[in-house]
RNA sequence: GGAGCUAUCGCCAAGCGGUAAGGCCGCAGCCUGCAAAGCUGCUAUCCCCGGUUCAAAUCCGGGUAGCUCCUCCA
Protein backbone atom coordinates (compact mmCIF):
# COMPACT_ATOMS: atom_id res chain seq x y z
CA UNK A 1 0.00 0.00 0.00
CA UNK A 2 1.36 3.34 -1.09
CA UNK A 3 0.19 6.62 0.81
CA UNK A 4 0.92 10.36 0.02
CA UNK A 5 2.17 11.51 3.60
CA UNK A 6 1.35 15.30 3.76
CA UNK A 7 4.27 15.73 6.09
CA UNK A 8 6.96 14.60 4.01
CA UNK A 9 4.94 15.55 0.91
CA UNK A 10 5.50 12.84 -1.07
CA UNK A 11 4.17 8.75 -1.86
CA UNK A 12 5.70 6.53 0.75
CA UNK A 13 5.04 2.67 0.96
CA UNK A 14 3.41 2.20 4.05
CA UNK A 15 5.22 0.21 6.73
CA UNK A 16 3.12 -0.22 9.61
CA UNK A 17 4.71 -0.16 13.40
CA UNK A 18 3.38 -3.79 13.42
CA UNK A 19 3.38 -6.23 10.73
CA UNK A 20 0.15 -6.68 9.33
CA UNK A 21 -1.78 -4.08 11.69
CA UNK A 22 -2.36 -0.74 10.84
CA UNK A 23 -3.46 2.02 13.25
CA UNK A 24 -5.01 4.89 12.03
CA UNK A 25 -6.77 8.13 14.29
CA UNK A 26 -9.37 10.55 12.35
CA UNK A 27 -10.56 13.62 13.62
CA UNK A 28 -13.78 13.72 13.79
CA UNK A 29 -16.75 16.68 13.99
CA UNK A 30 -17.05 18.73 16.89
CA UNK A 31 -20.94 18.06 17.53
CA UNK A 32 -22.14 21.44 18.09
CA UNK A 33 -24.05 21.38 14.63
CA UNK A 34 -25.21 19.42 11.50
CA UNK A 35 -22.65 17.78 9.76
CA UNK A 36 -21.65 18.87 6.14
CA UNK A 37 -20.53 17.70 3.02
CA UNK A 38 -17.20 18.10 4.19
CA UNK A 39 -17.64 16.32 7.15
CA UNK A 40 -18.72 13.41 4.46
CA UNK A 41 -16.00 13.57 2.41
CA UNK A 42 -13.35 13.02 5.39
CA UNK A 43 -15.33 10.29 6.32
CA UNK A 44 -15.50 8.89 2.96
CA UNK A 45 -12.22 9.35 2.32
CA UNK A 46 -11.21 7.38 5.75
CA UNK A 47 -13.77 4.57 5.21
CA UNK A 48 -12.30 4.01 1.70
CA UNK A 49 -8.51 3.46 3.74
CA UNK A 50 -9.52 1.20 5.93
CA UNK A 51 -11.50 -0.84 3.62
CA UNK A 52 -8.32 -0.90 0.97
CA UNK A 53 -5.94 -1.74 3.97
CA UNK A 54 -8.97 -4.72 4.95
CA UNK A 55 -8.34 -6.32 1.49
CA UNK A 56 -5.26 -6.57 1.79
CA UNK A 57 -4.73 -8.18 4.54
CA UNK A 58 -4.17 -6.01 7.39
CA UNK A 59 -5.77 -5.94 10.55
CA UNK A 60 -7.33 -2.21 10.96
CA UNK A 61 -8.27 -0.41 14.90
CA UNK A 62 -9.27 3.15 13.51
CA UNK A 63 -10.11 5.75 15.52
CA UNK A 64 -12.40 8.50 15.20
CA UNK A 65 -13.23 10.75 17.93
CA UNK A 66 -16.01 13.35 18.84
CA UNK A 67 -14.82 16.55 19.94
CA UNK A 68 -18.34 17.34 22.77
CA UNK A 69 -16.25 20.33 24.80
CA UNK A 70 -15.25 23.26 23.05
CA UNK A 71 -16.53 27.03 22.63
CA UNK A 72 -19.00 26.48 19.88
CA UNK A 73 -20.88 23.97 21.72
CA UNK A 74 -20.82 26.43 25.23
CA UNK A 75 -22.18 28.97 22.74
CA UNK A 76 -25.03 26.96 21.73
CA UNK A 77 -25.60 25.85 25.56
CA UNK A 78 -26.03 29.95 25.95
CA UNK A 79 -28.14 30.24 23.52
CA UNK A 80 -30.60 27.31 23.41
CA UNK A 81 -30.81 26.60 27.40
CA UNK A 82 -30.56 23.09 26.85
CA UNK A 83 -27.61 21.15 28.28
CA UNK A 84 -24.41 20.36 26.79
CA UNK A 85 -24.67 17.10 27.23
CA UNK A 86 -28.01 16.98 25.21
CA UNK A 87 -26.26 18.48 22.57
CA UNK A 88 -23.77 16.96 21.56
CA UNK A 89 -25.49 13.05 22.20
CA UNK A 90 -28.10 14.50 19.56
CA UNK A 91 -25.36 15.66 16.94
CA UNK A 92 -23.44 12.49 17.19
CA UNK A 93 -26.44 10.48 16.61
CA UNK A 94 -27.31 12.49 13.80
CA UNK A 95 -23.91 12.22 12.41
CA UNK A 96 -23.58 8.17 12.83
CA UNK A 97 -26.90 8.08 11.24
CA UNK A 98 -26.42 10.51 8.47
CA UNK A 99 -22.55 8.84 8.00
CA UNK A 100 -24.58 5.34 8.15
CA UNK A 101 -26.60 6.21 5.23
CA UNK A 102 -23.59 6.90 3.30
CA UNK A 103 -21.89 3.35 3.81
CA UNK A 104 -19.16 4.78 6.11
CA UNK A 105 -18.58 1.88 8.66
CA UNK A 106 -18.31 2.66 12.05
CA UNK A 107 -14.68 3.65 13.39
CA UNK A 108 -13.67 0.65 15.99
CA UNK A 109 -12.93 3.65 18.60
CA UNK A 110 -15.13 6.47 19.01
CA UNK A 111 -14.03 8.38 21.77
CA UNK A 112 -15.05 11.52 22.98
CA UNK A 113 -13.43 14.57 25.09
CA UNK A 114 -15.87 14.34 27.94
CA UNK A 115 -14.88 10.58 28.83
CA UNK A 116 -10.93 11.16 28.17
CA UNK A 117 -10.65 14.08 31.00
CA UNK A 118 -8.36 11.23 32.72
CA UNK A 119 -5.93 11.40 29.66
CA UNK A 120 -6.16 14.51 29.28
CA UNK A 121 -4.89 15.65 32.64
CA UNK A 122 -1.97 12.89 33.00
CA UNK A 123 -0.89 14.36 29.93
CA UNK A 124 -0.93 18.08 30.72
CA UNK A 125 0.52 17.17 33.83
CA UNK A 126 3.45 15.35 32.32
CA UNK A 127 3.93 17.96 30.16
CA UNK A 128 3.98 20.66 33.10
CA UNK A 129 6.29 18.36 35.05
CA UNK A 130 9.09 18.26 32.53
CA UNK A 131 8.74 21.71 31.97
CA UNK A 132 7.38 21.98 28.43
CA UNK A 133 3.93 23.63 29.47
CA UNK A 134 3.17 26.53 32.02
CA UNK A 135 0.50 27.32 34.13
CA UNK A 136 -0.38 31.18 34.42
CA UNK A 137 -2.13 32.89 37.43
CA UNK A 138 -5.61 32.74 35.59
CA UNK A 139 -5.15 28.76 35.89
CA UNK A 140 -4.80 28.24 32.20
CA UNK A 141 -2.35 25.83 30.85
CA UNK A 142 0.16 26.91 28.03
CA UNK A 143 2.47 24.26 25.69
CA UNK A 144 5.63 26.49 25.65
CA UNK A 145 6.26 25.88 21.82
CA UNK A 146 10.02 27.47 22.73
CA UNK A 147 11.07 24.22 24.14
CA UNK A 148 9.94 21.87 21.44
CA UNK A 149 12.63 22.32 18.77
CA UNK A 150 10.75 20.33 16.25
CA UNK A 151 7.70 22.71 16.64
CA UNK A 152 7.16 23.61 13.44
CA UNK A 153 7.87 19.97 11.41
CA UNK A 154 4.27 18.80 10.53
CA UNK A 155 3.49 21.99 8.67
CA UNK A 156 7.25 23.47 7.62
CA UNK A 157 6.15 26.93 9.09
CA UNK A 158 8.84 27.34 10.87
CA UNK A 159 10.14 31.46 10.11
CA UNK A 160 6.91 33.18 11.00
CA UNK A 161 7.61 36.90 11.29
CA UNK A 162 6.10 38.93 14.28
CA UNK A 163 3.80 40.58 11.42
CA UNK A 164 2.08 37.36 10.79
CA UNK A 165 1.95 36.67 14.57
CA UNK A 166 -0.32 39.37 15.19
CA UNK A 167 -2.89 38.00 13.60
CA UNK A 168 -3.32 35.73 16.50
CA UNK A 169 -4.93 36.97 19.29
CA UNK A 170 -2.66 38.40 21.50
CA UNK A 171 -2.71 37.07 25.10
CA UNK A 172 -0.26 38.64 27.64
CA UNK A 173 -0.25 35.60 29.91
CA UNK A 174 1.54 34.00 26.77
CA UNK A 175 5.45 33.41 26.67
CA UNK A 176 5.43 32.61 23.37
CA UNK A 177 3.22 34.33 20.73
CA UNK A 178 2.55 30.54 19.14
CA UNK A 179 2.05 29.04 22.29
CA UNK A 180 -1.75 27.74 22.46
CA UNK A 181 -3.75 26.34 25.47
CA UNK A 182 -3.76 22.95 26.79
CA UNK A 183 -6.19 23.96 29.74
CA UNK A 184 -8.64 26.31 29.81
CA UNK A 185 -9.44 27.64 33.59
CA UNK A 186 -13.48 28.66 34.47
CA UNK A 187 -13.42 32.66 34.42
CA UNK A 188 -17.46 32.80 35.36
CA UNK A 189 -19.77 30.91 37.44
CA UNK A 190 -21.47 29.35 34.18
CA UNK A 191 -18.56 27.85 32.58
CA UNK A 192 -18.32 24.31 31.51
CA UNK A 193 -15.84 23.46 34.47
CA UNK A 194 -14.22 19.89 35.29
CA UNK A 195 -11.81 19.68 37.93
CA UNK A 196 -7.87 18.86 37.80
CA UNK A 197 -4.46 19.38 39.88
CA UNK A 198 -3.83 22.52 38.00
CA UNK A 199 -7.54 24.14 37.80
CA UNK A 200 -10.95 24.24 37.09
CA UNK A 201 -11.82 24.20 33.72
CA UNK A 202 -11.88 22.41 30.35
CA UNK A 203 -9.35 21.17 27.77
CA UNK A 204 -7.81 23.24 24.94
CA UNK A 205 -8.78 21.87 21.02
CA UNK A 206 -5.44 20.03 20.26
CA UNK A 207 -4.92 18.15 23.48
CA UNK A 208 -8.09 15.64 23.23
CA UNK A 209 -6.65 13.90 20.52
CA UNK A 210 -2.60 13.35 21.77
CA UNK A 211 -4.35 12.43 24.48
CA UNK A 212 -6.92 9.90 23.46
CA UNK A 213 -4.38 8.58 20.97
CA UNK A 214 -1.95 7.74 24.08
CA UNK A 215 -5.25 5.96 26.14
CA UNK A 216 -6.14 3.99 23.09
CA UNK A 217 -2.84 3.04 21.21
CA UNK A 218 0.38 1.65 22.21
CA UNK A 219 2.45 1.95 19.45
CA UNK A 220 6.54 1.64 19.90
CA UNK A 221 9.04 3.89 21.44
CA UNK A 222 9.15 5.69 17.51
CA UNK A 223 5.57 6.34 17.15
CA UNK A 224 1.71 6.02 18.81
CA UNK A 225 0.12 5.13 15.84
CA UNK A 226 0.63 4.59 11.86
CA UNK A 227 -1.60 7.37 10.62
CA UNK A 228 -3.32 10.41 11.51
CA UNK A 229 -5.70 11.85 9.29
CA UNK A 230 -8.16 14.35 9.01
CA UNK A 231 -9.00 17.81 6.61
CA UNK A 232 -6.38 19.49 5.40
CA UNK A 233 -7.04 22.61 7.35
CA UNK A 234 -6.25 20.73 10.58
CA UNK A 235 -2.74 20.28 9.00
CA UNK A 236 -1.95 24.15 10.77
CA UNK A 237 -2.18 24.86 13.39
CA UNK A 238 -4.17 21.78 15.26
CA UNK A 239 -1.73 18.66 13.95
CA UNK A 240 1.32 21.23 14.41
CA UNK A 241 -0.10 21.23 17.79
CA UNK A 242 -0.82 17.57 18.56
CA UNK A 243 2.59 16.41 17.67
CA UNK A 244 4.37 18.73 19.55
CA UNK A 245 2.67 17.82 22.75
CA UNK A 246 2.80 13.86 22.18
CA UNK A 247 6.27 14.77 21.14
CA UNK A 248 7.28 16.15 23.96
CA UNK A 249 4.73 14.16 26.61
CA UNK A 250 6.17 10.54 24.85
CA UNK A 251 9.31 11.17 23.83
CA UNK A 252 8.28 10.58 20.48
CA UNK A 253 6.27 11.31 17.38
CA UNK A 254 2.49 11.23 17.25
CA UNK A 255 2.62 9.17 14.11
CA UNK A 256 4.31 7.55 10.98
CA UNK A 257 2.01 9.22 8.50
CA UNK A 258 -0.05 11.74 8.41
CA UNK A 259 -3.17 11.77 5.68
CA UNK A 260 -5.05 14.78 4.86
CA UNK A 261 -8.52 15.23 2.64
CA UNK A 262 -8.97 18.35 0.28
CA UNK A 263 -12.12 19.81 0.84
CA UNK A 264 -15.57 20.23 -0.83
CA UNK A 265 -16.28 23.73 -2.59
CA UNK A 266 -19.08 25.29 -3.98
CA UNK A 267 -19.00 26.74 -7.09
CA UNK A 268 -15.23 27.10 -6.58
CA UNK A 269 -15.30 28.11 -3.46
CA UNK A 270 -14.53 26.69 0.05
CA UNK A 271 -18.28 25.88 1.54
CA UNK A 272 -18.29 27.63 5.11
CA UNK A 273 -20.66 29.06 7.43
CA UNK A 274 -19.56 32.66 7.18
CA UNK A 275 -19.96 32.57 3.14
CA UNK A 276 -23.47 31.09 3.40
CA UNK A 277 -22.63 28.31 1.12
CA UNK A 278 -22.57 25.41 3.46
CA UNK A 279 -24.44 22.32 2.41
CA UNK A 280 -25.53 19.83 5.00
CA UNK A 281 -25.80 16.18 4.81
CA UNK A 282 -29.03 15.58 6.07
CA UNK A 283 -30.43 18.36 3.10
CA UNK A 284 -28.58 16.43 0.13
CA UNK A 285 -29.75 13.19 1.70
CA UNK A 286 -32.96 14.33 1.50
CA UNK A 287 -32.13 14.92 -2.53
CA UNK A 288 -29.72 11.96 -3.19
CA UNK A 289 -29.87 8.67 -2.25
CA UNK A 290 -26.76 7.92 0.07
CA UNK A 291 -25.30 5.61 -1.96
CA UNK A 292 -25.37 7.93 -4.80
CA UNK A 293 -23.82 10.53 -2.40
CA UNK A 294 -21.08 8.22 -1.82
CA UNK A 295 -20.02 7.22 -5.12
CA UNK A 296 -19.84 10.75 -6.12
CA UNK A 297 -17.95 12.28 -3.29
CA UNK A 298 -15.84 9.35 -3.59
CA UNK A 299 -14.69 9.71 -7.49
CA UNK A 300 -12.32 12.78 -6.98
CA UNK A 301 -9.19 11.60 -5.45
CA UNK A 302 -9.54 12.33 -1.35
CA UNK A 303 -6.40 14.81 -1.75
CA UNK A 304 -8.21 16.97 -4.21
CA UNK A 305 -10.36 19.83 -3.58
CA UNK A 306 -13.70 18.32 -4.52
CA UNK A 307 -16.45 20.99 -6.62
CA UNK A 308 -19.61 19.96 -5.61
CA UNK A 309 -22.50 20.64 -8.37
CA UNK A 310 -25.46 18.78 -9.44
CA UNK A 311 -24.28 18.38 -13.16
CA UNK A 312 -21.70 16.03 -11.89
CA UNK A 313 -23.66 14.05 -9.58
CA UNK A 314 -25.76 13.17 -12.17
CA UNK A 315 -23.06 12.23 -14.34
CA UNK A 316 -21.97 10.21 -11.21
CA UNK A 317 -25.55 8.43 -10.75
CA UNK A 318 -25.46 7.49 -14.47
CA UNK A 319 -22.56 5.61 -14.13
CA UNK A 320 -23.40 3.98 -10.61
CA UNK A 321 -26.99 3.24 -13.12
CA UNK A 322 -24.87 1.10 -15.04
CA UNK A 323 -23.51 -1.20 -12.48
CA UNK A 324 -27.06 -1.54 -11.70
CA UNK A 325 -28.45 -2.51 -14.72
CA UNK A 326 -25.90 -4.92 -14.94
CA UNK A 327 -26.45 -6.43 -12.10
CA UNK A 328 -30.33 -6.80 -12.75
CA UNK A 329 -29.06 -9.18 -15.76
CA UNK A 330 -27.25 -11.44 -13.04
CA UNK A 331 -29.84 -11.92 -10.77
CA UNK A 332 -31.08 -13.95 -9.23
CA UNK A 333 -28.13 -15.78 -8.56
CA UNK A 334 -25.38 -17.50 -6.22
CA UNK A 335 -22.37 -15.23 -6.31
CA UNK A 336 -19.47 -17.15 -7.20
CA UNK A 337 -15.68 -16.19 -6.89
CA UNK A 338 -14.55 -12.63 -8.26
CA UNK A 339 -12.63 -12.76 -11.66
CA UNK A 340 -8.61 -12.96 -10.11
CA UNK A 341 -7.48 -10.77 -12.51
CA UNK A 342 -10.43 -7.97 -11.70
CA UNK A 343 -10.16 -8.29 -7.81
CA UNK A 344 -6.52 -7.91 -7.68
CA UNK A 345 -6.63 -4.62 -10.70
CA UNK A 346 -8.94 -3.06 -8.18
CA UNK A 347 -7.20 -3.49 -5.07
CA UNK A 348 -4.01 -2.45 -6.77
CA UNK A 349 -6.03 0.73 -8.27
CA UNK A 350 -6.89 1.65 -4.05
CA UNK A 351 -3.47 0.56 -2.83
CA UNK A 352 -1.56 3.49 -4.88
CA UNK A 353 -2.71 6.07 -2.64
CA UNK A 354 -6.98 5.23 -3.36
CA UNK A 355 -5.87 6.13 -7.03
CA UNK A 356 -10.40 5.65 -7.36
CA UNK A 357 -10.60 6.96 -10.76
CA UNK A 358 -8.49 4.20 -11.87
CA UNK A 359 -10.77 1.92 -9.71
CA UNK A 360 -13.30 3.45 -11.32
CA UNK A 361 -12.26 2.94 -14.92
CA UNK A 362 -12.01 -0.75 -14.46
CA UNK A 363 -15.47 -1.54 -12.88
CA UNK A 364 -16.63 0.70 -15.87
CA UNK A 365 -14.66 -1.28 -18.19
CA UNK A 366 -15.81 -4.87 -16.08
CA UNK A 367 -19.21 -3.86 -16.82
CA UNK A 368 -18.84 -3.46 -20.70
CA UNK A 369 -17.18 -6.66 -20.78
CA UNK A 370 -19.69 -8.28 -18.79
CA UNK A 371 -22.37 -7.14 -21.12
CA UNK A 372 -20.92 -8.26 -24.05
CA UNK A 373 -20.72 -11.63 -22.53
CA UNK A 374 -24.15 -11.62 -21.77
CA UNK A 375 -25.29 -11.02 -25.11
CA UNK A 376 -23.60 -13.48 -26.44
CA UNK A 377 -24.63 -16.12 -23.71
CA UNK A 378 -27.69 -14.94 -22.00
CA UNK A 379 -27.83 -18.17 -20.07
CA UNK A 380 -24.11 -18.94 -18.96
CA UNK A 381 -25.19 -19.20 -15.47
CA UNK A 382 -21.26 -19.90 -14.21
CA UNK A 383 -20.94 -16.30 -15.91
CA UNK A 384 -23.72 -14.69 -14.16
CA UNK A 385 -22.28 -16.20 -10.92
CA UNK A 386 -18.62 -14.17 -11.70
CA UNK A 387 -20.13 -11.29 -12.17
CA UNK A 388 -22.76 -11.23 -9.36
CA UNK A 389 -19.14 -12.10 -7.34
CA UNK A 390 -17.22 -9.29 -9.19
CA UNK A 391 -20.26 -6.46 -7.57
CA UNK A 392 -20.49 -8.09 -4.49
CA UNK A 393 -16.45 -7.10 -4.36
CA UNK A 394 -16.84 -3.86 -5.77
CA UNK A 395 -19.38 -3.47 -2.45
CA UNK A 396 -16.89 -5.14 -0.24
CA UNK A 397 -13.81 -2.90 -0.90
CA UNK A 398 -15.76 0.62 -2.72
CA UNK A 399 -19.06 0.77 -0.60
CA UNK A 400 -21.31 0.71 -3.60
CA UNK A 401 -23.43 -1.84 -5.87
CA UNK A 402 -24.94 -3.34 -2.71
CA UNK A 403 -28.83 -3.12 -3.15
CA UNK A 404 -30.83 -5.19 -4.65
CA UNK A 405 -31.28 -4.00 -8.22
CA UNK A 406 -34.84 -3.57 -8.63
CA UNK A 407 -34.99 -1.22 -5.56
CA UNK A 408 -32.12 0.54 -6.37
CA UNK A 409 -34.19 2.23 -9.30
CA UNK A 410 -37.43 2.79 -7.43
CA UNK A 411 -36.12 4.51 -4.09
CA UNK A 412 -38.67 6.90 -3.57
CA UNK A 413 -41.84 5.28 -5.77
CA UNK A 414 -44.68 4.38 -3.23
CA UNK A 415 -46.74 1.48 -3.55
CA UNK A 416 -49.87 3.81 -4.98
CA UNK A 417 -47.46 4.92 -8.03
CA UNK A 418 -45.97 1.23 -8.57
CA UNK A 419 -49.42 0.11 -8.99
CA UNK A 420 -50.44 2.91 -11.25
CA UNK A 421 -47.13 2.13 -13.49
CA UNK A 422 -47.69 -2.33 -13.04
CA UNK A 423 -51.08 -1.48 -14.73
CA UNK A 424 -49.92 0.93 -17.02
CA UNK A 425 -47.21 -1.51 -18.34
CA UNK A 426 -50.28 -3.83 -18.41
CA UNK A 427 -52.40 -2.10 -21.07
CA UNK A 428 -49.53 -1.13 -23.09
CA UNK A 429 -47.99 -5.18 -23.00
CA UNK A 430 -52.04 -5.41 -24.00
CA UNK A 431 -51.75 -3.02 -26.58
CA UNK A 432 -48.14 -3.60 -28.17
CA UNK A 433 -49.90 -7.60 -28.80
CA UNK A 434 -52.81 -6.00 -31.00
CA UNK A 435 -50.15 -3.66 -32.63
CA UNK A 436 -51.83 -1.21 -31.24
CA UNK A 437 -48.41 1.49 -31.12
CA UNK A 438 -50.47 4.46 -30.79
CA UNK A 439 -51.99 3.25 -27.84
CA UNK A 440 -48.40 1.96 -26.54
CA UNK A 441 -46.78 4.69 -27.18
CA UNK A 442 -49.05 7.68 -25.70
CA UNK A 443 -48.39 4.65 -22.26
CA UNK A 444 -45.17 5.52 -22.47
CA UNK A 445 -45.46 9.27 -22.74
CA UNK A 446 -47.68 9.24 -20.11
CA UNK A 447 -44.88 7.24 -17.68
CA UNK A 448 -42.25 9.79 -18.84
CA UNK A 449 -44.13 12.35 -17.96
CA UNK A 450 -44.35 10.80 -14.51
CA UNK A 451 -40.56 10.34 -14.36
CA UNK A 452 -40.69 6.80 -15.57
CA UNK A 453 -38.34 5.51 -18.23
CA UNK A 454 -38.94 1.91 -19.38
CA UNK A 455 -37.12 -0.98 -21.12
CA UNK A 456 -38.37 -3.45 -23.11
CA UNK A 457 -36.21 -6.83 -22.73
CA UNK A 458 -37.28 -10.58 -24.13
CA UNK A 459 -38.06 -11.03 -20.32
CA UNK A 460 -40.82 -8.30 -20.21
CA UNK A 461 -41.04 -4.33 -19.75
CA UNK A 462 -38.70 -3.15 -16.86
CA UNK A 463 -39.14 0.71 -15.80
CA UNK A 464 -37.05 2.74 -13.59
CA UNK A 465 -37.17 6.35 -11.70
CA UNK A 466 -35.84 8.23 -14.36
C1' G B 1 2.50 40.13 3.59
C1' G B 2 4.16 34.77 4.32
C1' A B 3 3.32 29.36 3.08
C1' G B 4 1.23 25.71 -0.04
C1' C B 5 -1.86 23.33 -3.73
C1' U B 6 -3.94 23.16 -8.59
C1' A B 7 -4.19 24.18 -14.15
C1' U B 8 -5.19 17.61 -19.09
C1' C B 9 -11.20 16.88 -24.63
C1' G B 10 -17.85 20.98 -24.00
C1' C B 11 -18.11 18.99 -18.49
C1' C B 12 -15.99 15.55 -14.47
C1' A B 13 -11.33 13.07 -14.13
C1' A B 14 -6.61 9.41 -14.30
C1' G B 15 -1.55 10.12 -15.54
C1' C B 16 4.21 9.82 -10.79
C1' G B 17 10.18 10.75 -17.68
C1' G B 18 8.81 6.56 -22.64
C1' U B 19 5.17 8.80 -26.52
C1' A B 20 -2.70 11.12 -23.62
C1' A B 21 -7.28 5.73 -18.93
C1' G B 22 -12.39 6.10 -17.78
C1' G B 23 -17.24 8.54 -17.27
C1' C B 24 -21.03 12.35 -18.77
C1' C B 25 -22.51 14.91 -23.17
C1' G B 26 -22.47 14.61 -28.73
C1' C B 27 -22.36 12.04 -33.67
C1' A B 28 -22.78 7.33 -36.67
C1' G B 29 -24.12 2.12 -36.69
C1' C B 30 -26.23 -2.69 -34.61
C1' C B 31 -30.58 -4.08 -31.86
C1' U B 32 -36.06 -2.32 -31.49
C1' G B 33 -42.73 -1.68 -34.41
C1' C B 34 -40.51 3.04 -32.67
C1' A B 35 -37.86 3.95 -28.29
C1' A B 36 -35.09 2.98 -23.91
C1' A B 37 -31.28 -0.10 -22.24
C1' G B 38 -27.04 -2.69 -24.07
C1' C B 39 -23.06 -3.24 -27.74
C1' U B 40 -19.61 -1.16 -31.73
C1' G B 41 -17.07 3.04 -33.88
C1' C B 42 -15.65 8.44 -33.82
C1' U B 43 -13.99 13.12 -30.77
C1' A B 44 -7.66 16.29 -26.88
C1' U B 45 -0.84 16.70 -27.33
C1' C B 46 -1.97 18.31 -21.85
C1' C B 47 -2.54 27.33 -19.29
C1' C B 48 1.79 30.43 -21.55
C1' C B 49 7.30 31.12 -22.27
C1' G B 50 12.10 29.18 -21.72
C1' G B 51 15.41 24.99 -20.12
C1' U B 52 17.20 19.74 -18.93
C1' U B 53 16.81 14.92 -21.69
C1' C B 54 17.56 10.30 -26.98
C1' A B 55 12.56 11.08 -24.88
C1' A B 56 8.25 15.70 -20.69
C1' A B 57 1.39 16.36 -19.59
C1' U B 58 5.02 14.35 -16.28
C1' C B 59 11.65 17.31 -14.06
C1' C B 60 13.76 22.67 -13.51
C1' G B 61 13.18 28.22 -14.04
C1' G B 62 9.92 32.39 -15.16
C1' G B 63 4.96 34.01 -16.02
C1' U B 64 -0.62 33.89 -15.87
C1' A B 65 -5.13 32.15 -13.52
C1' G B 66 -7.88 29.78 -9.57
C1' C B 67 -8.12 27.78 -4.69
C1' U B 68 -6.42 26.87 0.34
C1' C B 69 -3.73 27.77 4.96
C1' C B 70 -1.45 31.47 8.33
C1' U B 71 -8.07 32.99 13.11
C1' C B 72 -12.95 28.37 14.59
C1' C B 73 -13.16 24.86 10.58
C1' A B 74 -13.46 18.29 7.33
Redesign the pocket.
Known sequence: MFIYDSVQ?T?LQLVPIKAGEVSIYV????VYDDA????A??ALAFDLLSRTLKALGYKVTMAKNF?DI???IIKKVETTGKSMQEITSFYIDSYLKEMAALGVRRADIEPKATQSLDAIETMIQTLIDNGFAYRVPSGDVYFDTSKDSHYGNI???V???E???S???HTDEKKNPKD?ALWKACKKDEDICFKTSFSSGRPG?HIECSAMIEKHFHGNNEYSIDIHG?????????HENEAAQSRCATGHELAKYWM??????ID???????LGNSFFLKDALQVYDGEILRYYLN???Y?????FNE??L???K??L??LY??KKRVIPGQASVPHPAFKSALIEAMA??L????A??LI??M???S??K??LNPKDKKLKNEILANIEFIDSLLGFGGKEPFEYFQIGIDETVKNKIESLLHERAEA?KNKD??R??AI?EELLAMGI?????PSG?LW?KA
Request: aromatic share 6%.
Open positions: KKCGPTHLGHRSTDDKSRRGEDENQRVAFWGGADLLFPHHNGFVQGEKMSKSSVHRNDFNEDLAAKRDKRLDDNVSVLADQITQNELDKFTSDRSIMDTTE
